[in-house]
């Protein structure tokens, strides 16, 4: 099956850093997305970016579909960033997602 | 986005008993997943809730242990089965969203800690 590797594994950052988090995958996708999973255990939805660009305030992601990767970046970081992302990807066909190793983020005040 | 509710949010059970999770969406959808999360650990699925029919395992889940119900296009059960410290998780579930059929939401999770 399809391997998803995030890195780096944990990032610490002062309030107002710049990050960017990577999602590399083993096999060609048709469905990607990034999710926030906030201290309290809730996934949120963040892009849903099989492949190009997309912006949201402070976050932006670029999904690479050829070169099978994926880019999120996070802008002005503050507290409440802190937590867990994760990318998921499905392969061709399929709405099963599969998850990657997540990166688990901290922001200083 | 469709509004996801689970019940109960969490709870403290004994190994050997069994705890049915609900999960309710307010409205109707085509595909329903179900997720475990261990300690620490990223999103694993667990089976695919078919409406009408038997649900879809994943490699390593079982239907004795994790037995799934979807009687309509709005709800699901998980249950837990014969429970163990080991399925201590977070259970969540998940829905395609009826705008966008390829993107998935998530429910707030079921936090389980098995004694």
């Known amino acids: 099956g399809i391997q998803v590797e995030q890195s780096p594994p944990d990032l610490i950052l002062q309030e107002g850093a710049n990050s960017t988090l990577r999602c590399n995958f083993s096999?060609?996708?048709?469905?990607l997305q990034w999710f926030h999973q906030n201290p309290w255990g809730q996934l949120i939805n963040l892009f849903y970016?099989?492949?190009g660009t997309k912006q949201n305030g402070r976050l932006s992601a670029t999904t690479v579909a050829t070169e099978r990767y994926s880019l999120l970046y996070i802008s002005s970081s503050q507290t409440t960033d802190s937590g867990v992302y994760f990318c998921a990807v499905a392969a061709s066909g399929t709405y099963k997602y599969i998850f990657g190793t997540g990166t688990r983020l901290k922001v200083l005040a | 986005s469709a509004v996801i509710s689970q019940k109960p949010s969490r709870d403290i059970c004994q190994r050997g008993t069994s705890l049915t999770i609900q999960c309710q969406v307010d409205s109707q959808v085509t595909m329903m997943f179900w997720y475990r999360q261990q300690p620490g650990q990223s999103l694993t699925l667990i089976a695919t809730a078919n409406q009408g029919s038997e649900a879809t395992y994943e490699s390593g889940f079982v239907i004795d242990k994790f037995p799934i119900s979807r009687p309509n296009l709005t709800f699901s059960t998980l249950t837990v089965s014969n429970m163990s410290p080991e399925d201590s998780s977070i259970y969540l579930c998940s829905v395609d969203s009826p705008g966008t059929p390829n993107e998935q939401f998530f429910g707030p999770g079921t936090r389980l800690t098995v004694l």
């Open positions: 096999d060609s996708v048709n469905n």
């Open positions: 970016i099989p492949s």
